[in-house]
């Protein structure tokens, strides 16, 4: 249920290139993937929502584990990406390494729907607070936790206390003239 104009607005702010092929310029962390024992570069960010692999996997399983993701969303999941890396990556018992692959994400429509996943999983720990939801889908699940931001609740007072790249960002998605207000105001995309 997460709302179209939200998951654009992060896509426009991910890749402003438009390319949902598009890599990012992170610095490369290899680990082994566990089924086909090739090398995973797992810290680039792939396609539209610019997701890392590992961070593909830790959202699939977090939306698993809190009801989000449902059987039907499973099934869709793995005739998107058909894998063996989607099953175990499902599985609420069979945890591991990381499991999501570039090459998986590299699908287009895949991408988007972890991403959404991603993005529903935030909005269900910050409910309407889009400028937090912006800033942990930024800077990673437990930014706001471990910073002592949680207490910040208007825009005005948490935009002030985090760093410049942060602010940035959150302004991009949620300030005046940001890309939501085009894509809500401008646009008319609502639902």
Known sequence: KVPNYL????M?????????KALSNAKSIYTKDVFSGKNVDYNKAVG????????ATDSLRTAMKKGILQESHAIMLQNLAP?????????????GDIIITQELLMNS?????????????LMLKYNTQLYK???????GDYYISNKRLNGYNTYESFVSH????????????????????????HLGITD
């Open 133 to 139: 939801v912006a800033a942990d889908f930024f800077q």
């Open 162 to 185: 985090v760093p410049a790249d942060v602010k940035e960002y959150v302004d991009c998605l949620c300030g005046k003239f940001g890309t939501l207000d085009i894509i809500v105001n």
């Open 83 to 95: 894998s063996q890396h989607i099953t175990k990556a499902l599985s609420k018992s069979d945890l």
């Open 109 to 121: 429509e895949f991408n988007i729907a972890v991403g959404c996943a991603k993005l529903a999983t």
């Open 48 to 55: 539209s929502f610019q997701i890392k692999p590992y961070t």
């Open 12 to 20: 426009c702010i991910e890749n402003l290139t438009g390319d949902e």
């Open 7 to 10: 998951a654009l607005g992060i």
